[in-house]
């Protein structure tokens, strides 16, 4: 099911337009509500989008669908974690042969997630060469912003200096944010985690194929 919703709500929470944010946070939890009654789960590719639902939003919209949904919500790369511990996740990988280095998003970190790290690792033949624990720069929409872009790049240069010095095939992100930043100043290729593995559930078909 991917039900129709709007913006999370964090940009506009962020800028300070919390009457925006109140309108999309309010209008997602309750079409979210609904979509998760029957015992579905809720599943989040974005950090910031997740950490939203699942905890930012309350103190500002409290309500019953909210509280529902925080308790229900998970990001994607978390929820294949879990479906592994309880032994439920397809772990046939096929071979990729990369060295990659993570960025860890901030939306991420504070919540004391590296699930995409440890589904990689699951995969033959990439090798994680690096985990960034430091800001992009790009911090939600503040790197956005022209009068912000001075700072924003002097935030960004230990990351990008990082990341060019581990010669890497890809860098991989759960943030699309983090992912502009990177690769305006390193010009890597940048995947999301949930691409990589698709591209190695791709590859084990194709060798079982052959």
């Not at 998970?74 to 511990?85: G, Q």
């Not at 960004?156 to 305006?184: F, H, M, P, R, Y």
Request: proline share 4%.
């Amino acid at each position: 099911i991917v039900p129709d919703t709007k913006c999370c709500g964090m940009p506009q929470m962020a800028n300070s337009n919390l009457n925006g944010a109140k309108k999309n946070f309010n209008f997602n939890v309750k079409v979210l509500a609904k979509a998760a009654q029957p015992g579905y789960d809720i599943l989040s590719t974005c950090p910031s989008c997740n950490m939203m639902l699942r905890r930012e939003g309350l103190p500002f919209f409290d309500s019953e669908e909210a509280r529902y949904v925080s308790k229900n919500v998970y990001d994607a790369c978390e929820y294949l974690l879990r479906l592994h511990s309880q032994g439920k996740l397809n772990t046939n990988f096929g071979e990729l042969r990369m060295r990659v280095y993570y960025h860890n998003p901030c939306h991420l970190r504070v919540q004391n997630l590296t699930s995409a790290v440890d589904l990689m690792k699951m995969i033959p033949g990439i090798e994680v060469v690096g985990v960034n624990l430091n800001c992009c720069g790009m911090g939600g929409s503040y790197g956005m912003k022209k009068q912000n872009f001075e700072r924003s790049q002097e935030i960004a240069s230990k990351v990008w200096n990082e990341i060019k010095a581990a010669n890497v095939d890809i860098v991989v992100t759960d943030c699309g944010g983090c992912g502009l930043q990177v690769q305006a100043g390193t010009g890597a290729k940048i995947m999301h985690p949930l691409s990589v593995l698709n591209q190695s559930y791709k590859a084990y078909k194709v060798r079982e194929a052959a």
